[in-house]
């Protein structure tokens, strides 16, 4: 398994404002994703961040509102950009693990982001 | 990837087998099931994966029927704290469905 951290676990932000969420992995891992849970809902994947390449972004999510940074195989940055109400959410980061042949994900507590 | 339906919620008693259906009915061959539950104000846990045959951990058994339409996540000895929302995924697990909210009563 793999232990996740999340900074900051929550912030309340001013639209328009940008904020970066750090995630931090207890061991090396070349697989990361960035989810995104608004109020009520289930989880949508935001993008692929693999240490050594460009992240690969879902449908819908672009790389300049969420631009994705992964300098090492223990941590990422996810930034949520020029914010609006709308991006208020919960975001978190994922691992999947070569030991499980990539079969297994683990999560961290994510980050409840409040925008005003 | 294949579609998933599950029930919107679920009770179970404490102590009893919560039983967690999930069809499937488009699954391809070389598709895998997944469980995840994400427990309120938490990430989602991994709890169990298979392909064919029936699958047993320490969390959870999950039984998939010979044609693999559906299965299900069978969790032995229900207690309060597996109360969550749990999300049966085929394929791909990057994409959670809507899943099933578990409630278990004292």
């Known amino acids: 398994s793999a232990v996740i951290s999340q900074k900051p676990s929550r912030d309340i932000c001013q639209r328009g404002t940008s904020l970066t969420i750090q995630c931090q992995v207890d061991?090396?891992?070349?697989?990361m994703f960035w989810y995104r849970q608004q109020p009520g809902q289930s989880l949508t994947l935001i993008a692929t961040?693999?240490?050594?390449?460009?992240?690969?972004?879902e449908s819908g999510f672009v790389i300049d509102k969420f631009p994705i940074s992964r300098p090492n195989l223990t941590f990422s940055t996810l930034t949520v950009s020029n914010m609006s109400p709308e991006d208020s959410s919960i975001y978190l980061c994922?691992?999947?693990?070569?030991?499980?042949?990539?079969?297994?994900?683990?999560f961290g507590p994510g980050t409840r982001l409040t925008v005003t | 990837d294949a579609k998933t339906t599950q029930p919107p919620s679920m009770d179970c008693a404490e102590g009893r087998a919560a039983n967690l259906p999930c069809n499937h009915s488009?699954?391809?061959?070389?598709?895998?099931v997944y469980w995840y539950r994400q427990i309120h104000s938490q990430g989602p846990q991994y709890i169990i994966h298979g392909l064919k045959n029936n699958e047993t951990n320490e969390m959870a058994s999950l039984i998939i029927t010979e044609d693999r339409k559906s299965s299900t996540l069978i969790l032995p000895h229900a207690t309060l704290r597996d109360t969550a929302v749990y999300y049966c995924?085929?394929?791909?697990?990057?994409?959670f469905g809507t899943g099933t909210s578990l409630t278990v009563i004292p």
């Open positions: 961040a693999n240490q050594g390449s460009e992240a690969t972004y």
């Open positions: 488009t699954i391809s061959g070389n598709e895998y």
């Open positions: 061991s090396q891992v070349t697989m």
């Open positions: 995924i085929v394929g791909n697990q990057f994409y």
């Open positions: 994922s691992v999947a693990l070569r030991g499980t042949g990539w079969r297994e994900q683990y």
